[in-house]
């Protein structure tokens, strides 16, 4: 499994183009469905708005870390199948943005406004639905923040999945910010690096991604990231979070906005398994493998689901239910814009 991962990173990487972004538009519809399993959604298709500028607004899928476009000859994309799964639905105008997989959400954040830009311009609406996973959850509170770019105007929500909101112990260890026994630190750096399919050195001397794992430490969250960019208060801000490594949440899951079955477990992708071990601290945190439920609560706590921090997109590939958890991604996602439209947006 993890030499497979790394091969179809390794092609995503050369074919993404890192600094090129770009954005895909969906516009095919089809019928309705319900988000089981996550919510219960009297319909998920939005109606016709009054005004045309106005709700309901576009979704904008952004990405995380080494986050590419499609895999030349593979029918893979980040989002995996959850752009077209969303147009079944009558979805008929969701965005899937593109930014440097190797940079500071600063960087990335600019690349993205350009794309929120072409958004507006094309579907022209006033505002746009942002949901960002992972670090793609920090380039929306930087494009958001009135000491970031500014664009809560623009903005009729913002959404985090997974994101290291409070950072990601990780990064610290990798950094040497965190102590750690060698075996630990190797262990942990192998991991992610092969995630990331970057070599061990990069780690410390690429100065792009140097910046960026420090940026995700909970050091630098905490202490630099967190104060500088506050939240719009004209934004309301949604998160959601994954566990793993066979745990049940408890008691971390338990004040979400929607409950989460603590009897559905997820044993995690074996490719995550060293990070989701050291992230459960000796205490049973539960983690999706890179982010802990606690660093991914920002806003208003939606829920816990049963994923690790790949499977929340359907990576590696992956279609139906997980035979364990029940966790179907593309349910899931259905279920994130079901709220949003239940909210008027």
Known sequence: MRKFWVAIVAIALAGCGGSNATVSAQADAGTDSKADGYASPKDTSPA?????????????????????????????????????????????????????????????????????DQILSQTGKQKVNLIGHSQGSLDARVLASPDGLGYGDRLASVTLVAGPNHGSRIADVVLNILPATPTLESDLVNALVQLLERAVYEVHTDPQLNAQINELSEHYMETV?????????????????????????????????????????????????????????????????????????????M???????????????????????GFDHLQFWRTVVARLRERGY
């Open 225 to 301: 990231f967190n104060p500088k960019y506050v939240d719009d208060p004209r934004v309301p801000y949604f998160s959601y979070a994954g566990r793993t490594d066979d745990l049940d949440g408890l008691p971390d899951c338990l004040s979400g906005l929607y409950p989460d079955d603590s009897t559905k477990l997820d044993d995690g992708q074996a490719i995550i398994k060293p990070m989701a071990d050291y992230l459960q601290d000796g205490m049973h945190k539960p983690n999706d493998g890179l982010v802990t439920v606690q660093s991914a609560r920002w806003g208003t706590f």
């Open 48 to 116: 016709e708005a009054a005004n045309p500028s106005g709700a309901p607004y576009p979704i904008v899928l952004a990405h995380g870390m080494g986050g590419f476009g499609t895999l030349k000859g593979l029918p893979i994309t980040y989002f995996n199948g959850i752009k077209d799964d969303l147009a079944t639905i009558g979805e008929t105008q969701v965005f899937v943005t593109l930014v440097s997989p190797y940079d500071t959400s600063e960087n990335r954040a600019l690349q993205l406004a350009k794309q929120i």
């Open 303 to 325: 829920q816990c689901v049963p994923a690790d921090h790949m499977s929340e997109v359907g990576q590696i590939n992956l279609s139906g239910p997980n035979p364990k958890s």
